[in-house]
Structures are given as C-alpha cells and as structure tokens.
C-alpha cells in the first residue's frame, strides 16, 4: 500500500448541521464528472455542442471597443442569504426588529445608506464603494412559486427556467454558445468561464448537461495550474505500481488542459497588490490575476457557503458578510491598481433568501426574496433598484414576496454589460424580462473617461409624424458620422458626414412606408476615438 497525501483545506467556509449534511452529499461522481467540462477532456464533454446557438451579433463587435476586455464575477452566497440582516428595511424597522428579538440587528450597529436603508456594521468594507458609486442592491430578487430546496433553487438561478421547467442547461453556458457557436472546433483562444468549486452548479452547462467551464475543485489547483501549466504532480509519486499508474493518470489528465498555457502566462505576467484572507478571498485573488494578466475569460464563478443559518446565525451570519465585505473590495482595490476595475462587474447570487421570522434557535428559516449586490466602477453610481418586499404582507408560507424577478437582473446585464443584442438576450434567457436601470452601458469604460459635459451625447426622441429625431452634443468641433444601422449592423442610412462645430445639433430619420421593416435599429455617432450608440423602435 502507499501513502496518499490529504488534501489540505482552506480558508473560513463554515460547516452546516448534522441535519442538513446528508442532503448536501446528493452531487453522485457522474455528476461530478460532468461538471468537469473544459477541464478534464473539453473535445469529449462537447462532442453534442448544439449548432442552432446564434452567432456574435456583428453590431456587437462594432459598437464593442474595449467591451471585449469586460469580465463578469458570479459570487455564490451558498446556503440562502439572509437579505433581511444585509440590506435592513430602516423604514419599517419596528416590525423587522420586533420579528427578530435575537438575530436582528440594534440600529446603532447600521451603516445609514439613505433614510429607508442600512448595512451592517460588519459590512463596512463595502461602505467605500458604496460612497463612490460603485454598488448597487437590486431589492427583493427571486421567483414566482419559490422552491425550498437548496438544490432545486439553485438549478432554477443557473438555468433562469421557470421554477415548473427543469432545464439541465445554464443561462451562461448558453451564452457562451451564443458566443462561441462552434466551441468544439473553433474554441476561444482563452477559456470561456472559470468555475473553483460549485460542482453542484449548472450555471455553465449546455443543454447536454455538460459544463462549459474550466472547472477546479479548489482554488489551490488553479493556483497550481497557474504557476506550473499543469494542475497534477508527475515526479513526486510513490515508489511502487500504484504510483506509476498514477503518474499514467495524471500525465494523460494534465494533456487535456486546453488552456493550461494561457492560464499559466496570465497567472505569471500579473500579481496582487493587496492582501485577501479567508477561501473567499483565495479565490477573488485569482480571479484578479487572471484579469491583470489579460487572460481573456469573461465570466467567472467563485462562492463561499454556510450561509444556511438555521441556528446560531446571530455569531455566523456577520462573519460571513465581513468576509464577503473586505474580500470585495480587496478585489476592487487590486483590480484598481492594475487599471482593470472599470473592466468588472460582480453580482452575488443566492438560492433563496431567509424569514422574517426567527426561528427557536437563533435563526432563520428558508425564505424567499432577498437582495441581490452589485459592484464596479460600471454601475455609474449606487442607489437602489426595484421595491422592497412588505414586512406585513407575506405569501401563505409566511416568507416574503419578491418583487424583481431575477431574470431581470440577468437580462440587463447580458445586454447592458455583455452587449449582447437585445433579441439575443431573449433567447438565451428563453423569455423577455424587463430590464432594468442597474447604470450598465455598453459603451467601453475608461479610467480616462471624460466628464459628462465633455463627450458625445446623443438622444433618440420619437416624432408625431412618425420620424425618429436624434439629438445630439459634439464636445469640439470636428469630422463626426451619424447612422443608422439594423440589429445586424447593417447600415441603413448616413444621417450626418463630414466636419461640424461643437454644440448641440440635430438630424432626422424618416421611414419610408416600406423600409426599413419594423424592428430595433441603432442611431450610432462617432467622433475621432469616441462613440455613442442609442437604441430605437420602428412598430408598423
């Protein structure tokens, strides 16, 4: 026999009860295996890519200019945040506090956010980003008929599915084939997600079940991916067969890495200027080098768990927070430091939220709608967005009523921050959902970014006679184009060609009876290095 090492765990990743640990060991080593994805044999685990996934929107590209350096960051709050204790409700704060004699929190441990809301005190580390516009809370996110169960909720958040559909696909795993049509043999030149951890989740999964992913189980095997290009240990092995066999495993394991180079370069090419704590923390740091280091993947998913506090939550549940707090804005500090926080956007995501009502044990029970946390530079400004769910009206089960379903989030921002086409959106996400003012533009940010006043500025205004008016404001005098283009990014017509003095000016589209057909166009104005793009409507 020989000696097999254990395998080190890290950072604060709290452990649920007894009661509760059965029902988190329901993942079976096929679903395991199938979770692995890119990261263990890509070309087999996509051999059935669907080939109806649409294709990159050619206007995307064209409107684009640094959008494609854009990255999304998935945080995972596992187990059922509770929304009540993150964001609290100052407006009806008597019946919250009256609800929660033990786990709710004394007003003079709150952090005033404006009038009607509040964070923790153990959530202070957000507080600067909140005071620079870079966070916004999207109130009262979930679902009509939510389900209860840690595993089913979060299938429904991964596949955006209503929650009577079961769909084995994830809505950015379909977002990727969107993207990526003919991934298998045409695939990106970085990999298209990174998930450390979460093999429970289907959030990149195609419709075969397969995810899309570079997939590590701990954030200490990327590390290790990143600094050697390969995850495995080919020379330290035990001296005897079980170790050659191994060494056979492992060295045919560590060939199906498709982007153990690219990782490893990006990994090498950037470090951290901050410290991070904790397995939160070990992840986003990650994450950050892979962006510092222009590694190319734009979607990412990290999580911390033991958000399930039935009991005790009143010490668990501000440990928990504190460590989400700090760990993001470390992220946001290092990712600053390397002129890339403008170029990300976080969003926490959660099964479901908790009750209103304590329970007998110093906790909180499954609930339903609680808040989703954005962060970045991006946002243009915090604020919040959506109504908060009522504390004296409840549903039947006694939970709180969502009042943002949180599609709507998605939809935004696969539009607003992923630029993908609106019609797109609709597709990947199955359903057309509202979308809301979360801040996103499409335009590429800048840490150079002029001030409002002193760049192009254009607004589409609808006219009694049927034309589209655009009007628009040039900052200095120059050569400037105003046209119109269909969804494809086709132009349609050349409104405005040639030189042109700053200030305000105005140009005309009138519809012929016949064209262009009724549907989105897109009134894009440029002026030397600068562009502007506003959407509109043509409805027979």
């Not at 009143?314 to 707090?325: C, D, Q, R, S």
């Not at 009750?355 to 991006?378: I, K, Q, V």
């Not at 349609?492 to 009138?510: I, K, M, N, P, W």
Request: net charge negative; charged share 20%.
């Amino acid at each position: 026999m020989c000696d097999h090492d254990k395998k080190k765990r890290y950072g604060s990743a709290l452990e649920h009860g007894a009661a509760h640990q059965q029902d988190h060991k329901k993942w079976s080593r096929r679903t395991f295996l199938k979770n692995l994805g890119l990261a263990t044999g890509g070309a087999t685990m996509l051999a059935g890519l669907p080939v109806k996934a649409l294709g990159l929107s050619p206007l995307t590209a064209l409107l684009s200019g640094g959008i494609e350096e854009r990255a999304l960051v998935i945080i995972r709050l596992a187990g059922g945040n509770d929304g009540l204790n993150t964001i609290v409700p100052l407006y009806d704060y008597g019946t919250y506090i009256s609800k929660r004699p033990t786990v709710g929190l004394a007003q003079n441990q709150l952090i005033n956010l404006n009038d009607a809301f509040a964070m923790p005190q153990f959530m202070q580390g957000l507080n600067p980003l909140w005071q620079e516009g870079q966070m916004k809370v999207v109130h009262g996110a979930g679902y009509p008929e939510q389900n209860l169960s840690h595993f089913r909720s979060s299938d429904i958040w991964d596949s955006a599915s209503d929650y009577n559909e079961v769909d084995d696909s994830g809505w950015l795993g379909r977002f990727i084939l969107n993207q990526h049509p003919d991934l298998m043999n045409d695939p990106p030149s970085a990999p298209p997600a990174i998930q450390i951890g979460n093999y429970g989740s289907i959030l990149f999964n195609d419709e075969g079940g397969s995810s899309l992913a570079y997939s590590v189980t701990e954030p200490e095997e990327l590390e290790q991916l990143a600094q050697s290009g390969q995850l495995y240990d080919t020379v330290n092995l035990p001296d005897c067969h079980f170790g050659e066999q191994l060494g056979f495993v492992r060295t045919v394991t560590n060939s199906t890495f498709r982007y153990a180079e690219a990782i490893s370069d990006a990994y090498n090419e950037s470090s951290n200027a901050v410290e991070y704590e904790g397995d939160l923390g070990y992840q986003l740091s990650l994450v950050a080098r892979m962006v510092k280091g222009n590694l190319g993947t734009k979607l990412y998913l990290v999580s911390i768990a033991g958000f399930d506090t039935h009991a005790e939550q009143e010490g668990l549940h501000p440990i928990l927070m504190n460590e989400v707090a700090t760990q993001v804005k470390a992220f946001f500090d290092d990712l600053g430091a390397g002129g890339r926080a403008q170029d990300v956007l976080c969003l926490t995501v959660s099964e479901f939220g908790r009750r209103l009502d304590e329970n007998a044990s110093g906790g909180t029970d499954h609930g339903a709608a609680a808040p989703m946390l954005l962060f970045g530079p991006g946002l243009n400004g915090n604020g919040f967005v959506g109504g908060h769910p009522s504390l004296a009206e409840l549903d039947d089960a006694e939970n709180l009523i969502h009042t943002t379903d949180f599609r709507q989030v998605y939809a935004t921002v696969l539009e607003n921050w992923l630029c993908l086409d609106p019609v797109q959106v609709d597709e990947v996400l199955g359903n057309h959902f509202n979308r809301l003012d979360l801040g996103l533009d499409c335009i590429a940010t800048s840490t150079n970014s002029p001030a409002p006043g002193n760049r192009l500025q254009a607004e589409i205004r609808y006219q009694n006679d049927g034309s589209i008016a655009i009007q628009y404001y040039l900052p200095d005098a120059g050569n400037v184009q105003l046209q119109v283009l269909d969804m494809m990014g086709r132009p349609v017509e050349t409104l405005a060609s040639g030189y042109q003095l700053f200030g305000t000016h105005q140009a005309v589209f009138r519809p012929s009876r016949r064209l262009p057909a009724s549907g989105m166009y897109v009134a894009l104005l440029r002026m030397g290095n600068q562009a502007v793009s506003e959407k509109f409507a043509i409805v027979r």
